[in-house]
């Protein structure tokens, strides 16, 4: 509809247009469009495309990881602070921000890299669910349509509060590495319910996606595991230090902590 000229391309969904359908439109799609030149199957397309995109977010992730390891290994010592100071929240949480900014940890360090990434990760969304080249596009075994959802079996009843009745076998696939992922990272026992609540509710939610996309995430999350089981072994006899003191005169947590007192040794 392009050739009419009149800008009906412009009503394709490819997220909003003051940051996500830029990146949407002159990132992704080219790069869809460039592997399609030399691949057939839409289905390998779309895990190079996931590796490609776990390349350039490398940086990105590593950092996220880096932080998460710091913070699982500082968790000994945050127990005991909030063993030491439970009738007192105050001094409590003043003591864990001092641990903080003694060891160099940013407690938003894990989060930061995360949010980065979700411009590009919503345009891959927009872009998955409106690509026309995948309709009818067929991957492999039950993988027929990547444009619809890759239903595997229904359910005599519906899900209360998502309406659904249909389970997605790549779905429920992305839902399995999430979990892997949460149970890797996540070491506080304050936060265990989350490491079944967000990939049940994930996996219900992406029931309705078309199968491309769910390849995709799935793909996505597999290369992950692989990355944080290596940045794991390269850095499982790494002890944490502390960091000088001139280092962390200054930045984010030293804001945050100026003139706390000490954690207890």
């Not at 997220?15 to 080219?30: H, N």
């Not at 460039?34 to 990105?60: D, E, H, M, Q, T």
């Not at 595997?152 to 790549?170: Q, R, Y």
Request: charge should be positive.
């Amino acid at each position: 509809v392009k050739h009419y000229n009149v800008e009906l391309d412009r009503i394709m969904s490819l997220g909003a247009a003051w940051i996500i359908r830029p990146i949407s439109r002159y990132v992704i799609l080219p790069l869809f469009e460039f592997l399609r030149l030399f691949i057939s199957n839409y289905g390998i397309v779309l895990i190079l495309f996931s590796i490609i995109v776990k390349v350039v977010l490398y940086p990105l992730t590593k950092s996220s990881m880096t932080s998460m390891r710091k913070m699982q290994a500082l968790q000994p010592m945050m127990t005991e602070i909030r063993e030491k100071f439970k009738d007192d929240p105050q001094k409590m949480n003043q003591q864990i921000m001092r641990l903080y900014k003694e060891y160099g940890v940013n407690p938003a360090g894990g989060c930061l890299p995360m949010l980065l990434q979700l411009p590009i990760l919503y345009a891959l969304w927009a872009v998955f669910s409106a690509t026309i080249e995948l309709r009818q596009a067929s991957f492999v075994w039950w993988i027929q349509d990547l444009s619809e959802p890759d239903v595997v079996a229904v359910l005599p009843f519906k899900i209360p509060i998502f309406n659904i009745d249909e389970v997605s076998g790549l779905a429920l696939l992305m839902g399995i590495t999430m979990f892997v992922q949460q149970k890797m990272s996540v070491k506080d026992p304050r936060q265990k319910m989350m490491v079944w609540l967000m990939p049940v509710m994930l996996t219900m939610m992406f029931t309705g996606f078309p199968s491309g996309l769910n390849l995709y995430y799935f793909m996505f999350n597999l290369f992950s595991i692989a990355q944080q089981v290596w940045v794991n072994k390269q850095h499982k006899d790494e002890p944490l230090r502390k960091v000088d003191e001139k280092k962390r005169s200054g930045g984010f947590m030293a804001k945050i902590t100026k003139n706390l007192p000490r954690a207890p040794r």
